[in-house]
């Protein structure tokens, strides 16, 4: 190979040329990229409701009330469910003992702790499929198979206008917070 000083000039002006294409289009990007927006968008909320333990049951307890449930609400060391239900003949009263958690959604979900089905010695699932069908609440689902009971808000504080969620449930320091949008549906 033979030591042309052009050949060599002319790789040297390739290489600085191709090093300043590069620099360009990597100083050229944008430094995020869009990434795709989710479908479901989060709203944020523009107002903040606490509530004490007292005003939480009243509201439930009114929404039961309203449905024409013979279901009733308290709360204590936990959410407790009273449920009228009538097995083999037998009327009894299912007693629920659920721990509350908020979801992103804004819904309650009360995971199922302890149950109580009167005198009768019947298994937990089974406890549970004969409530289900008396649990016929607008807002208000027995889940079974997930062992809980899940809650709309909107559907027990239809007062307040717009969307309500569930934010903070602590049981133990007895506040609840929830949140929500004016005007939304």
């Known amino acids: 190979m033979h030591n042309c000083p052009w050949k060599i000039a002319f790789l ?10 590069i620099g360009l289009y990597i100083l050229s990007r944008p430094e995020d990229l869009p990434q795709e927006e989710e479908t479901a968008v989060i709203e944020k909320s523009n107002y903040e409701i606490t509530m ?11 929404g039961l009330k309203e ?11 936990g959410f407790y469910f009273r449920i009228p239900v009538e097995a083999y003949g037998i009327k009894t009263e299912l007693v ?3 721990e509350p958690l908020a979801y992103k959604d804004g819904t309650v979900h009360m995971k199922l702790e302890r149950l109580n089905f009167g005198r009768l010695p019947l298994p937990e699932g089974m406890a549970l499929s004969m409530a289900a069908p008396a649990v016929t609440i ?5 889940l079974p198979a997930q062992r809980e009971i899940v809650l709309d808000p909107n559907a027990f504080m239809p007062e307040h206008f717009g969307t309500l ?3 903070i449930l602590d049981v133990k320091n007895h506040r609840y917070v929830f949140e929500g949008n004016l005007g939304a549906n």
């Not at 040297?12 to 294409?21: C, D, G, I, P």
């Not at 004490?52 to 009114?62: G, Q, V």
């Not at 607008?138 to 027995?142: A, E, F, R, W």
Request: aromatic letters at 2%; glycine letters at 2%.
């Open 165 to 167: 969620r569930a934010k």
């Open 138 to 142: 607008p807002g208000l689902k027995l």
């Open 12 to 21: 040297l002006l390739l290489a600085v040329n191709l090093l300043l294409l």
């Open 52 to 62: 004490t333990k007292e005003a939480l049951e009243s509201a439930i307890r009114r």
């Open 96 to 98: 629920l003992k659920t």
């Open 67 to 77: 449905s024409e449930s013979d279901a009733r609400f308290s709360i204590a060391d």
